[in-house]
C-alpha cells in the first residue's frame, strides 16, 4: 500500500483504493489527465500587477511636481539669458 497525493484534489490517498475518497477520482490512472492548478500563478500575477500600479499612481503627484520644477528652472533661465543678452546689447552701445 503506497500512499500518494490524488493528482485532483492533493490529499493523501492510497493507491489501493480505485476512487480517492476526498474527491472520487481514481489516483492510478487520473494522473495524465490532471491539470495543474494555475490560480496560484495568477493570484501572484495579479497582486504585482496591482503593486506596479500602485505605485505607478503613487508617483504620478512626484513627476508631476518635478516637470513643474523644471518648467520653472527654464523659466528663470530664460530670464537671465534674457538680461545678460539686455546688458550686453547695452554695452556694446555705449
Given at each position: 500500500?503506497?500512499?500518494?497525493?490524488?493528482?485532483?484534489?492533493?490529499?493523501?490517498?492510497?493507491t489501493?483504493?480505485?476512487?480517492?475518497?476526498?474527491?472520487?477520482?481514481?489516483?492510478?490512472t487520473?494522473?495524465?489527465?490532471?491539470?495543474?492548478?494555475?490560480?496560484?500563478?495568477?493570484?501572484?500575477?495579479?497582486?504585482?500587477?496591482?503593486?506596479?500600479?500602485?505605485?505607478?499612481?503613487?508617483?504620478?503627484p512626484?513627476?508631476?511636481?518635478?516637470?513643474?520644477?523644471?518648467?520653472?528652472?527654464?523659466?528663470?533661465?530664460?530670464?537671465?539669458?534674457?538680461?545678460?543678452?539686455?546688458?550686453?546689447?547695452?554695452?556694446?552701445?555705449?
Open positions: 500500500m503506497t500512499i500518494i497525493a490524488c493528482p485532483n484534489c492533493k490529499k493523501a490517498t492510497s489501493r483504493l480505485t476512487v480517492c475518497e476526498h474527491c472520487g477520482v481514481n489516483p492510478s487520473s494522473t495524465s489527465t490532471a491539470t495543474y492548478d494555475w490560480s496560484w500563478l495568477m493570484m501572484w500575477i495579479g497582486l504585482i500587477l496591482l503593486l506596479v500600479i500602485a505605485y505607478g499612481i503613487y508617483q504620478m512626484e513627476k508631476k511636481r518635478l516637470a513643474e520644477e523644471q518648467k520653472v528652472l527654464l523659466k528663470q533661465q530664460n530670464i537671465e539669458e534674457a538680461k545678460a543678452t539686455k546688458e550686453r546689447d547695452e554695452k556694446r552701445k555705449s
